[in-house]
């Protein structure tokens, strides 16, 4: 099954400590959510990863803000199901198709849509959405380009998230809003479930 049907919203996650990492996961898969993405933002991203990638079994474990093929090497070794990019080069694709996990990789223009499809892939990452156009934007891709699908990410929030998930070439969004910092930092998981509930109920 394709990345963007597994669940209406991916949550974007930076974990700043990986003491967080398995119980913000098991939150989330538990409100409904199995699909994670952890970006390497942080120094302990990776370990993250491969915490959540060998304790928490249903968790569709991903890595995000890709941007060398060093970090696609060294996610994969640490458990990530898939990859996510906030753009992408010549190189990076052709390290992204070497790499052979599921990966969306960022666009935000007609053109690197196109030059995507060129290459066989259409299943895209649109980034950063509500910056680049969002819904307006996203309806007007659909039309030339009606065989591409899109996870928009970047300024999304509940309350606009169904809006983006009614369009047609929309598959799924990705949202920072499930898993607040201070829930985090004060272990806050049942807020984590519900905000997860919440967003999973939006299909």
Do not use: H, Q
């Amino acid at each position: 099954m394709s990345l963007l049907d597994l669940a209406p919203v991916v949550p974007v996650v930076v974990v700043d400590d990986v003491e967080t990492a398995v119980p913000m996961a098991r939150a989330l898969v538990e409100g409904g959510l199995p699909v994670i993405e952890v970006t390497l933002r942080t120094a302990g991203a990776l370990e993250a990863i491969s915490r959540i990638a060998a304790e928490v079994p249903d968790a569709v474990i991903g890595a995000g803000t890709i941007r060398t093929s060093t970090d696609i090497s060294a996610s994969v070794e640490a458990g990530a199901k898939f990859l996510v990019s906030p753009g992408t080069t010549p190189s990076l694709v052709d390290a992204l198709l070497a790499s052979g996990v599921p990966f969306l990789p960022g666009a935000a223009t007609a053109s690197e849509v196109m030059a995507l499809a060129e290459r066989g892939i259409g299943e895209l990452k649109f980034f950063p959405a509500e910056a680049a156009g969002g819904l307006p934007y996203l309806k007007s891709l659909a039309g030339p380009l009606p065989d591409v699908r899109f996870c928009p990410t970047g300024g999304i929030r509940l309350e606009t998230a169904r809006d983006y998930l009614a369009l047609p070439n929309v598959g799924c969004v990705g949202g920072t809003w499930l898993t607040p910092a201070d829930a985090l930092a004060t272990g806050d998981w049942e807020r984590v479930r519900k905000l997860a509930a919440e967003a999973s109920a939006l299909r």
